[in-house]
């Protein structure tokens, strides 16, 4: 943080630190850090592990598209009308929402309109400024890590966002289960051979955030399902009788689809 009194010159050195620039693979929280570590990324995953991403990836599964769309815009009825389409609506409402468990024991599944405040919000504002958005959850972690590397040039930047939730007055809390996510998500980057590696020098295109979330993943998931069931947005779900969503999110690698932002929706690869 900048001290009060620092000159210009200091301020914007210390802001252009941030952007994690040295580095291929770098990770950063919410919209303002998705800005500072998305200069010339080619792609932006988003990590929303409870529960954007992870109804995402079940609906893929299913075959069905996806249409992230803003929190709470009065104007998501018409625009599920017009790509005809289900519009999600809040876990508490009954039928299709922001919960897992309704998407993958729906009758039918086609078109989704899916609001979001935090992974589906990123998305769309990410969209706008990169070539390519992926939608990242502990389900498909593995399959997205391997398209990257499959798809994208070897020198390619991955710019990792983890979604974080919000505290009562909108302020960004960091959430675990969204680090242990993207942790698995670049565990698999490194796997897939993505940045390479050098005896004495490491996983070098890894940003120190970047290998701190994968040191994260490792320690977590031998006791995969409990760490996200007793995190604090687990025990808040569970608490309110969605325990069936965390153990969802908790389906390691049971997915092959990659979740990619294509012309506003995410649709089977």
């Known amino acids: 943080m900048n001290a009060t009194g620092t000159s210009p010159r200091h301020t914007y050195s210390a802001n252009a630190a941030h952007r994690q620039l040295p580095f291929?693979?770098?990770?950063?929280w919410?919209?303002?850090?998705?800005?500072?570590?998305?200069?010339?990324?080619?792609?932006?995953?988003?990590?929303?592990?409870?529960?954007?991403?992870?109804?995402v990836s079940v609906a893929l599964d299913?075959?069905?598209?996806?249409?992230?769309?803003?929190?709470?815009?009065?104007t998501a009825e018409d625009f599920a009308a017009r790509h005809h389409a289900q519009l999600a609506g809040p876990r508490n409402g009954g039928g299709l929402s922001l919960s897992p468990a309704s998407l993958r024991g729906a009758g039918s599944l086609e078109r989704v309109v899916l609001p979001s405040p935090n992974g589906s919000e990123l998305c769309l504002a990410l969209a706008k400024e990169m070539?390519?958005?992926?939608?990242?959850?502990?389900?498909?972690?593995?399959?997205?890590?391997?398209?990257?590397?499959?798809?994208?040039?070897?020198?390619?930047?991955?710019?990792?966002?983890?979604?974080?939730e919000r505290w009562p007055d909108g302020t960004l809390r960091p959430a675990v289960e969204d680090q242990i996510g993207a942790g698995a998500f670049i565990a698999g980057l490194a796997a897939a051979g993505k940045g390479g590696?050098?005896?004495?020098?490491?996983?070098?295109?890894?940003?120190?955030?970047?290998?701190?979330?994968?040191?994260?993943?490792e320690?977590?998931?031998?006791?995969?399902?409990?760490?996200?069931?007793?995190?604090?947005?687990?025990?808040?779900?569970?608490?309110?009788?969605?325990?069936?969503?965390?153990?969802?999110?908790?389906?390691?690698?049971?997915?092959?689809?990659?979740?990619?932002?294509?012309?506003?929706?995410?649709?089977?690869?």
Do not use: K, Q
Request: proline fraction near 4%; charge should be negative.
């Open 24 to 28: 291929t693979v770098r990770l950063e």
């Open 30 to 55: 919410g919209l303002e850090g998705a800005r500072s570590v998305a200069s010339g990324a080619d792609i932006a995953v988003v990590v929303d592990v409870l529960s954007f991403s992870t109804c």
């Open 62 to 74: 299913r075959g069905a598209e996806v249409f992230p769309y803003r929190w709470r815009d009065t």
């Open 131 to 164: 070539p390519l958005v992926a939608a990242v959850c502990l389900r498909n972690a593995a399959a997205t890590a391997e398209w990257v590397a499959a798809n994208l040039p070897a020198e390619a930047v991955v710019a990792v966002v983890a979604a974080g």
């Open 197 to 217: 590696y050098e005896a004495g020098d490491g996983r070098h295109g890894y940003a120190p955030e970047a290998a701190a979330a994968m040191a994260v993943f």
């Open 219 to 269: 320690s977590a998931e031998p006791r995969l399902r409990e760490m996200l069931l007793h995190c604090s947005s687990g025990r808040e779900l569970s608490g309110a009788g969605y325990a069936e969503d965390v153990d969802i999110a908790a389906e390691l690698d049971d997915s092959d689809s990659a979740a990619i932002l294509r012309d506003g929706a995410f649709r089977p690869l």
